[in-house]
């Protein structure tokens, strides 16, 4: 297994641009999670999904949107980028058996920077 | 609401040392509680969690944790240092009545010194 993916690994947009990170899982977890990582700040959850079809916001959402159209793949969209969107993207899954308790699986992130 | 604090922005040991990250919380009922790490511009990768039952939680590459409820932490201990232990320590909690999402703290970084 492959595990969680993310491309691309760095990006680079200027104020306005829009771009998808993409996040995709080959564990055929039902629940995936979009975060951000700003230093000294831990991580803060943008958008989840707990199945395809099925999404819903986090503490800091604003500015995304994503999409669950299938169960390996969960993009996330930013629109208009502002400078305050420039940060390290974490996307992670979890698996639905055994309860809600399971560990979720990160992928490797996105660094994005908007300039 | 649910909340995890890490008291420690930073933590220096010599290799071969104990060392204790430390972890406290805030919740409205039982609590589940994570520790994650995360190496250099790589992800978080699990280490143990507490669910249910011994206070002693034994996880990966030689970490365990201590779980207190009277004094409502979940410190990270180890009891020999190393250098490759040298990344950022991630506590987190299940957010109460949510689809299982972790409310992350902000993180500690441990220096492992040769």
């Known amino acids: 297994n492959a595990g969680v993916t993310q491309t691309p690994k760095f990006r680079i947009l200027k104020i306005g641009q829009s771009m998808t990170l993409q996040c995709t899982q080959d564990?055929?977890?039902?629940?995936m999670y979009w975060y951000r990582q700003d230093p000294g700040m831990g991580l803060k959850l943008i958008y989840y999904s707990v199945g395809a079809g099925i999404t819903d916001k986090g503490e800091v959402p604003n500015g995304y949107n994503v999409s669950r159209s299938t169960t390996e793949d969960f993009p996330l969209r930013l629109e208009l980028a502002a400078p305050s969107q420039t940060s390290v993207y974490f996307c992670?899954?979890?698996?639905?058996?055994?309860?809600?308790?399971?560990?979720?699986?990160f992928g490797p992130g996105t660094r994005l920077t908007v300039l | 609401a649910q909340s995890v604090a890490q008291p420690e922005d930073q933590v220096n040991v010599a290799e071969g040392n104990p060392l204790t990250v430390k972890c406290t919380y805030s919740v409205s009922g039982n609590p589940y509680l994570f520790w994650y790490v995360q190496y250099p511009n790589r992800g978080l990768q699990f280490l143990l969690k507490?669910?249910?039952?011994?206070?002693l939680v034994k996880g990966s590459y030689g970490f365990e944790a201590e779980f207190n409820k009277s004094q409502t932490s979940f410190h990270l201990k180890k009891p020999s240092a190393l250098v490759s232990d040298s990344a950022l320590y991630f506590c987190?909690?299940?957010?109460?009545?949510?689809?299982?999402?972790?409310?992350f703290g902000k993180g500690t970084k441990l220096s492992v010194k040769p």
């Open positions: 992670a899954s979890r698996k639905t058996g055994g309860g809600l308790y399971n560990e979720q699986f």
């Open positions: 987190a909690v299940r957010e109460g009545g949510s689809q299982g999402n972790l409310i």
């Open positions: 564990m055929n977890h039902n629940y």
């Open positions: 507490y669910i249910t039952g011994d206070n």
